[in-house]
């Protein structure tokens, strides 16, 4: 998504350059549309085929549908199609590339976490063995989204599901992009899925998707960073990751942690308190973090800039989240 605006915002610009003869249109866009840097070339999307997605193999049976910015996996056992999540926006796409590499029914789907962009094609695929953590299960209930029925079975730190030949290592290291959101290792085929953490030639997307918790993000990227995969899912953008990607976004993930950590440590809310109105706490704090994230990000971007998409995008944004989580979830384990 981050992409396309991205590169509308680079057309934009180039008319506008170019000189042609549009003046007032151009003058309208550059004043009104940010430039953003070009994206990394790992980064860009790949070509399309005609049938409207990319659908890529991992190892023998696993596979990926990507189109648009999103991204699901399934498995082909010998009981069975195992699906891991159901996104609306592939609701034509996945049932097409299933049925393109076999005439299996889908049996099971793993819930990776309840948010709908990623699991509210669920009911499409009908009565199946549905599975989740326990704190997804408490989600999709509490969201009452018919298009995301209940899983049939939950778990709470660990399970291996076994379909067909296949074992599903699912795993949960705590609450992170959302309560619940877990990882998925299929160790046959060498692969990973853990959506919505490690977006592979990424930064993160802003405050990481409203994070539930953001020292969480970061002890995932710890996970996954030791798993012995080859592939790696993660559910978004344009292309599949390896555990260089998972170790680029730790890296990125904790030097934006450690920088807004340091910042914080240097900046004094009491001098903001002083410029405002006595007793509006909320314009002191909005002073206060403006001034931790212009200094932080300016060190990022340096660092980051070319290496990681989107740095320019929501790293403000993001230093400001950290420096959130600093003050309330002020966690003790993390650097
Ligand atoms: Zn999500």
């Given at each position: 998504?981050?992409?396309?605006?991205?590169?509308?915002?680079m057309l934009g610009l180039g008319a506008a350059a170019a000189g042609l003869g549009v003046a007032s249109l151009a003058g309208r866009a550059s004043a009104s549309t940010p430039t953003f840097?070009?994206?990394?070339?790992?980064?860009?999307?790949?070509?399309?085929?005609a049938e409207g997605y990319i659908?890529?193999?991992?190892?023998?049976?696993?596979?990926?549908?990507t189109a648009g910015g999103n991204q699901s996996a399934f498995v082909v056992t010998k009981a069975g199609v195992v699906l891991i999540d159901a996104p609306p926006s592939l609701a034509t796409a996945l049932p097409a590339a299933i049925k393109r590499v076999t005439a299996k029914p889908v049996t099971h789907i793993i819930y990776?976490?309840?948010?709908?962009?990623?699991?509210?094609?669920?009911?499409?695929f009908g009565d199946v063995v549905r599975v989740s953590h326990v704190d997804t299960a408490a989600t999709v209930k509490a969201n009452r989204d018919p298009n995301r029925p209940m899983p049939t079975t939950t778990f709470t730190d660990?399970?291996?599901?076994?379909?067909?030949?296949?074992?599903?290592?699912?795993?949960?290291?705590?609450?992170?992009?959302?309560?619940?959101?877990?990882?998925?290792?299929v160790p046959r085929e060498r692969a990973a899925v853990m959506v919505d953490v490690v977006l592979p030639g990424w930064s993160p997307f802003k405050a990481w998707g409203t994070a539930d918790s953001v020292p969480g993000v970061l002890?995932?990227?710890?996970?996954?960073?030791?798993?012995?995969?080859?592939?790696?899912?993660?559910?978004?953008?344009?292309?599949?990751?390896?555990?260089?990607d998972i170790r680029t976004s730790r890296d990125f993930t904790y030097d934006l942690w450690d920088t807004t950590n340091r910042v914080v440590g240097q900046t004094r809310?009491?001098?903001?308190?002083?410029?405002?109105?006595?007793?509006?706490?909320?314009a002191a704090f909005q002073l206060y973090y403006d001034a931790i994230a212009t200094r932080a990000e300016a060190e990022i971007r340096q660092r980051w800039l070319?290496?990681?998409?989107?740095?320019?995008?929501?790293?403000?944004?993001?230093?400001?989240?950290?420096?959130?989580?600093?003050?309330?979830?002020?966690?003790?384990?993390?650097?």
């Open positions: 998504m981050a992409g396309r605006v991205s590169r509308r915002g840097t070009p994206l990394p070339a790992d980064a860009r999307p790949r070509p399309v085929p659908l890529d193999r991992i190892g023998d049976a696993m596979y990926a549908v990776s976490h309840s948010h709908a962009d990623h699991i509210a094609n669920a009911k499409a660990r399970r291996v599901l076994h379909v067909g030949g296949h074992a599903f290592e699912l795993s949960y290291p705590g609450p992170n992009h959302e309560a619940g959101n877990i990882i998925v290792n002890r995932a990227h710890d996970v996954l960073s030791r798993l012995d995969i080859d592939t790696f899912v993660g559910g978004h953008v344009h292309r599949l990751g390896t555990p260089a809310l009491a001098d903001f308190t002083a410029q405002v109105e006595p007793g509006n706490n909320w070319g290496k990681l998409a989107g740095v320019d995008v929501f790293t403000r944004d993001n230093i400001i989240t950290i420096a959130v989580s600093l003050l309330l979830d002020a966690p003790k384990d993390i650097s």
